[in-house]
């Protein structure tokens, strides 16, 4: 297949599966599962479907191998991040092709790594190959609803004899071998609820939730965690996402509490930062966890970012990383679950996930495809 074919089918596939509306919530991820199976099935590879809730499915498939060595598992997932349309100038469904970007939801994350993925597999397929190892391709649901596709796939070990995960979230090609793990929290200010109009005996907080949480809410904002320096990733950050609270304007508010996303870095645990969060809250707070998910970190000298550097050299001429990067992927719950080394290599750029008329770079999109099948290459033997 000519460069061209390649790139036009890449193109294609891509902006087949941004055409699908597959916002979380509600998901609906199905409609793009659709069309990545019957992608497969035309090559001969039979996708496995597997329902996780109405109109959610993950998919997995496999070019079986011939087991003299582990197997490697292609990472990424079908929903997206939602859209303010008004903000948008284009429709971002549509998969616009202007100069040399393709815009959409879902076109960096990551519904272009996904289809250079799929493509990734079915050319080894088209040729004939047979890998000492299996590839698979771990496609799933509800990423954006704490991984609960990924977690599925676990516990429905579609893992059987893989020993690497290389994901294709956002890194502009880069390598990257790190990633911060979320720790999500709520926090529950209680007050002595009253109208607002007699409380002028009342001192201090006047026994107003929304007081009691704002003054957290500000000790928190500048809490400096004592984390380990990390070779590459940044210092933990904290940040207060959403706010409830109140009744009224002439009310003493009875309870008011906040969402907070803390990042994690290796060697910073999670108990460790709910300790200092839990001597700050003070009597009227109660501090309740909604999700944690590790930092994730292979070595810079482990086989499978070596040859995945190697892989990427060989394509680009030059290979950018090891590096570590702020956000999640599915990788916090498949890694630790099964002691997987991680490699992160994507063709959207880092940062541009959910932003307003989300795009990807054509080249980097159909380059992505061809490393995809370096790594499989050197990784599986074949």
């Not at 990545?36 to 191998?65: F, T, W, Y």
């Not at 079908?78 to 076109?107: C, H, K, M, N, Q």
């Not at 990042?263 to 003070?282: D, H, I, S, Y």
């Not at 890694?335 to 932003?355: H, K, N, Q, T, W």
Request: charged share 25%; hydrophobic share 45%.
């Amino acid at each position: 297949m000519s460069l061209t074919e390649d790139a036009e089918e890449t193109i294609a596939l891509t902006r087949a599966l941004i055409a699908e509306n597959t916002i979380d919530p509600p998901g609906n991820e199905i409609r793009a599962a659709r069309i990545m199976a019957r992608k497969l099935s035309e090559a001969g590879i039979e996708p496995v479907l597997d329902e996780i809730g109405p109109g959610r499915v993950n998919l997995s498939a496999r070019l079986a191998g011939t087991g003299e060595r582990p197997g490697l598992a292609m990472s990424a997932h079908f929903d997206t991040i939602g859209v303010e349309r008004e903000r948008w100038s284009r429709d971002p469904f549509a998969g616009e092709i202007d100069g040399p970007f393709l815009y959409g939801r879902g076109s960096a994350d990551m519904k272009g790594g996904m289809a250079a993925m799929a493509l990734s597999l079915i050319d080894l397929a088209r040729r004939g190959i047979r890998p000492k190892g299996d590839l698979m391709l771990a496609f799933t649901a509800a990423e954006n609803s704490s991984c609960l596709g990924a977690k599925r796939l676990v516990s429905d070990r579609r893992f059987e004899g893989i020993g690497s995960l290389l994901v294709s979230e956002p890194t502009g090609l880069a390598v990257l071998v790190a990633e911060k793990g979320p720790l999500w929290f709520r926090a529950t200010a209680k007050g002595e609820y009253q109208h607002g109009a007699f409380t002028e005996g009342r001192k201090d907080d006047r026994g107003n939730a929304i007081v009691r949480l704002a003054r957290f809410i500000d000790k928190l904002h500048d809490l400096d965690l004592n984390a380990p320096a990390h070779r590459h990733l940044k210092p933990p950050t904290i940040t207060i996402g959403l706010i409830r609270g109140g009744i009224g304007a002439p009310f003493i508010a009875p309870e008011a509490s906040c969402d907070v996303d803390v990042r994690l870095v290796p060697g910073l645990a999670a108990e460790a930062v709910m300790k200092e969060v839990a001597t700050l809250a003070g009597p009227h707070i109660s501090i309740e966890v909604l999700d944690m998910k590790p930092p994730v970190d292979t070595p810079d000298d482990h086989p499978f970012v070596k040859e995945s550097l190697a892989a990427c050299a060989d394509v680009l001429g030059r290979a950018d990383g090891p590096a570590g990067v702020a956000y999640y992927s599915d990788a916090a719950v498949i890694c630790p679950a099964l002691d997987l080394p991680m490699v992160i290599i994507g063709p959207g750029e880092i940062g541009m996930s959910g932003r307003i008329d989300e795009h990807v770079s054509l080249d980097k999109l159909v380059t992505s495809r061809a490393i995809f099948r370096r790594v499989a290459e050197r990784m599986l033997g074949c």
